[in-house]
């Protein structure tokens, strides 16, 4: 049965168009609520129809089609917080004064390098009942102890509204917290906090706990800081306290999924029980019996790993695997996954726009789809190659699914994940078994000394194989432009090569060549349209000013002497290079005048000595110059004036009232972010 001609298949199509569309043009909720009203009574009709003439049911599927995209546009409505009237949000004036906020701990995150930070739920803004998330910030060292899970507290602060990125093709850290529905952070001290008597002990609480419980006695056991640390990271979710060295590794190794507990975790989760589950029969009863004790199992999982977003789906996920396993319906296995998945995005369709999420599945998929085909290339009759031949089979195939999607978001490519997963994923196994029996004997107060050490030394172990692997940098592809066109051009061409290496034809072979065809003119379009390109960028940048100026493929950068002899390390210039398929040709020292497309642009640095009579189209303020703007104007009539991030905020703030009065125009970057002339 063709997985697209299932009818649960094309309703899960529809309906994730459905949130898409509500997503990305954002109806007003009345419209959308319409829309799903109307589209059930045609549902109705037309099925009424349908039953009285059996040959003719194009409408009832029209219509079915119709109701799933409402279904779809109205959950993502529903679930979106900024459209709830009570959301803090609404209220007036909330950016532009200090608030009394009550709120509740939700969840801790990693801390900054300022400020340890807590994603906490709103209770009352002043004297009104709110709803909402915030990530509250609070300065290092002015807490005694971090806070508890579900600890009421009351803050005497403002809230600050998200900033979009600052700078070009950078990561919008902004659009990730709104993603998660948090429109909102507060930048405070615990001299403004006073806390409550009051704890939820919720099941946020009680998971937080427990996590708690079982690190505290496991240190109690010695347990080395740097493995207990990964150990927890595996086994409970909470990456909080790995090195920063420790992460570079892994990601360098193409590992880092393994330090954030997601479906790879939850499969072995699903292993281990099946194992020691191997005694009960396999007949109606015993199947049912396993099914429970699995579910149980991994729903107990869960919450000892905190119900992060990425827990819960994969849970999900592995739950129906399950299902789908023990109810003998192996055949239907791609149903199985359409179901969790229409499960998941019904209750949180913002998982939809989860990278994790994405990767998850799609490497799910592959793995499911692919595998059984690089398998049957060799068949090894000795038992140990055979297992490895596996998990490099697995490894290849979730690799090639996910591939385009971790290029387009990550812009690199670990060469040696292959040998990754033939080293670490036959170890994993051991760890994830000896970690689940440590977390177990740690949440009863008791460690059996050879099972703690057991699990230490095996991860020293990991830890070392990974950064071995990490180490041969040769093999680590960094700064991979890749864009939203060669993102779908290349999962096309994959899935019709799959489809034709499947069941080789003209046809299909046919389609494999326009896939080609379609990638390559992805390819030279998106770089003839760059060659074609002009523009000038200023950056914004605290300590040192950065112009760009790019022609076509080629850079030159314009900054001062310390900051262009180390121009190629600059994250914000590869940034910039990488997202604008580039190089840095050239780097030349800033001066005061410059020229593009005609324009003559003045840039006034700390000395403000500038030529009188230069009359500039565009005037550049960098390291807070100490000049009289208004008598500047007097003899120079800029059409824009740009404040780049090297100056006093005092000053841009008397520049930008200055402007106002002369009715120029002003552009701060600290405020707007980079400007861009093209």
Known sequence: MNVVQFPLARISIWFVIGILIAYYIKPEPQTVFTFLFTSILAFVFAYLWSRKNTKNKIYFGLTASLLS????????????????????????????????????????????????????????????????????????????????????????????????????????????????????????????????????????????SLRTKILKNLKKSKFSKDELNVAAALILGQQQDISPDIIRDYQYAGAVHILSVSGLHIGFILLFVTFILKPIPNNRMGSIVKLIIILVSLASFGIIAGLAPSVLRSVVMFSFVAIGMYLNRTTNIYHTLLVSILLILLFQPSFLFDVGFQLSYVALFFILWLQPLLAQLWQPKNKIINYFWEILTVSFAAQIGAFPLSIYYFHQFPGLFFVTNLAVIPFLSVIMALGVLVMVWAAFDTVPFIIAKSLEWSIYILDKIINSIASVEQFIIQDIPFNWYLLMSSNFLIITTIIWFKRPSFKKIMLVLISIFILQITYFETHWNIKNQKELVVFNVKKSTLIAERTGENVTLFSNDTLLKTAYKNKNLNYYLMGNFSHLKTTKKMQNLMYFKGNKILILDSLGVYPQNSYPDILVLTQSPKINLERLFENQKPKIVIADATNYRSYIKLWKATCIKDKIPFHATAEKGFYRME
Do not use: C, M
Request: net charge positive.
């Open 69 to 208: 995209i409402g279904i779809g546009a109205t959950t993502q409505i529903i679930n979106t917080n900024s459209y709830q009237k009570t959301n803090y949000i609404h209220i007036k004036n909330i950016f532009e004064k200090p608030h009394l906020v009550s709120v509740v701990i939700r969840e801790k995150l990693k801390n900054s390098s300022y400020n340890d930070r807590y994603i906490v739920i709103v209770n009352q803004i002043d004297q009104t009942k709110s709803t909402g998330r915030i990530l509250l910030n609070i300065q290092k060292d002015s807490l005694t102890k971090l806070f508890e899970i579900g600890t009421h507290i009351l803050i005497d602060g403002s809230l600050y509204k998200n900033t979009s990125a600052k700078n070009p093709n950078q990561f919008d850290y902004s659009k990730y917290l709104e993603g998660i529905q948090i429109y909102a952070q507060i930048y405070t001290d615990a001299s403004n906090i006073k806390i409550g008597s009051i704890i939820n002990k919720d099941a946020w609480y009680y998971s937080s």
